[in-house]
């Protein structure tokens, strides 16, 4: 089944203990992104990679990092976490170039930051 | 990206079309009109785009105005699982270059009524 996939689902921490949210599609796609959702400001793109090795910024990647060394994973990686990262965090991936240029949303990841 | 406007809710009865409006007036002559759809806290969706041409597939009909500034998402049958928040996007076609990241504005909250 075509899927991305992203672990955890839940997660629990506090202020600067680093940590790390795996994505995972299994559709050979080249660009991956990340995206956080808050009320009231809809979803807002983070990071994204067209592909291995290639990652840009997106509208709000102040206090995340990723990587991309392989094509199918794309980890968002928080150095310092602090409350304002308290969100729902969603992974998609796209072929490209695409005709339908559908994303493909993993299931999220609701991330509480004390 | 083009700005739309959508109604923040809408009531449709069980087995009966629902029709989201969407307006786009300052869409652009190469600027698609996509929707998605996010049920509770889960990834969005994508359910279909267009350019111009009305378009259908499995999940829905997408009706655009000759001049393209407003544009109706139809759902013919609509069921209890219909119920979520519906965006309509307004972009360009991923064209493998820049920052692609969706802006999903509030949306349509879409309830079905049984």
């Known amino acids: 089944e075509a899927q991305v996939t992203q672990n955890p689902r839940y997660l629990i921490t506090v202020t600067g203990k680093k940590l790390t949210v795996t994505c995972s599609q299994n559709m050979n796609h080249e660009y991956m992104s990340w995206y956080r959702q808050d009320p009231g400001l809809g979803l807002r793109q983070i990071y994204y990679?067209?592909?291995?090795?290639?990652?840009d910024k997106g509208d709000v990647p102040e206090g995340y990092k990723v990587s991309r060394k392989e094509k199918r994973n794309f980890p968002l990686i928080l150095e310092s976490p602090s409350p304002n990262q308290t969100s729902l965090y969603f992974c998609a991936s796209t072929a490209l170039p695409e005709p339908s240029n559908e994303q493909f949303f993993g299931p999220g990841t609701r991330l509480t930051v004390l | 990206d083009a700005k739309t406007t959508q109604p923040p809710s809408m009531d449709c009865a069980e087995g009966r079309a629902a029709n989201l409006p969407c307006n786009h007036s300052?869409?652009?002559?190469?600027?698609?009109v996509y929707w998605y759809r996010q049920i509770h806290s889960q990834g969005p969706q994508y359910i279909i785009h267009g350019l111009k041409n009305n378009e259908t597939n499995e999940m829905a009909s997408l009706i655009i105005t000759e001049d393209r500034k407003s544009s109706t998402l139809i759902l013919p049958h609509a069921t209890l699982r219909d119920t979520a928040v519906y965006y309509c996007?307004?972009?360009?076609?991923?064209?493998?270059?820049?920052?692609?990241?969706?802006?999903f504005g509030k949306g349509t909250h879409l309830i079905i009524q049984p």
């Open positions: 996007i307004v972009r360009l076609m991923h064209s493998g270059g820049g920052a692609d990241g969706l802006t």
């Open positions: 300052t869409i652009s002559g190469n600027e698609y």
């Open positions: 990679s067209m592909n291995v090795e290639v990652t």
